[in-house]
Nanobody, 124 residues
Framework: QVQLVESGGGLVQAGGSLRLSCAAS????????MGWFRQAPGKEREFVAA????????SYADSVKGRFTISRDNAKSTVYLQMNSLKPEDTAVYYC?????????????????WGQGTQVTVSS
């Protein structure tokens, strides 16, 4: 497994932007596909975005497509989630996760390492 630490969450007004970061340590970063998930109060954790080992393939939930961008810097062992045009419904705890598969996908069961989460709150 790999250790993951998220940062960059906070409070932002609707229409604003935030960039989340997730720093990985412990294993070869390029051996992991990475994903972002989120969990809003009273709801189940849901898929947000995923990126393959070297960043050539990305996927997004329909709810964030066109607004969020996932990227990774393998030299820094870090994955990012750029969030633009934020909406109140984006309010959640955001988690980054690592998958030993080349494409992590949207299924949480494909990920074996999780960060502690970072809170994102979007005010209307």
């Amino acid at each position: 497994q790999v250790q993951l630490v998220e940062s960059g969450g906070g409070l932002v007004q609707a229409g604003g932007s935030l960039r989340l970061s997730c720093a990985a340590s412990g294993r070869t970063f390029t051996s992991y596909a990475m994903g972002w998930f989120r969990q809003a109060p009273g709801k189940e954790r849901e898929f947000v975005a995923a990126i393959s080992w070297y960043g050539g393939t990305t996927s997004y939930a329909d709810s964030v497509k066109g607004r969020f961008t996932i990227s990774r810097d393998n030299a820094k062992s870090t994955v990012y989630l750029q969030m633009n045009s934020l909406k109140p419904e984006d309010t959640a705890v955001y988690y980054c996760a690592a998958s030993p598969r080349r494409l992590g996908g949207s299924n949480q069961n494909g990920y074996d390492s999780w960060g502690q989460g970072t809170q994102v709150t979007v005010s209307s």
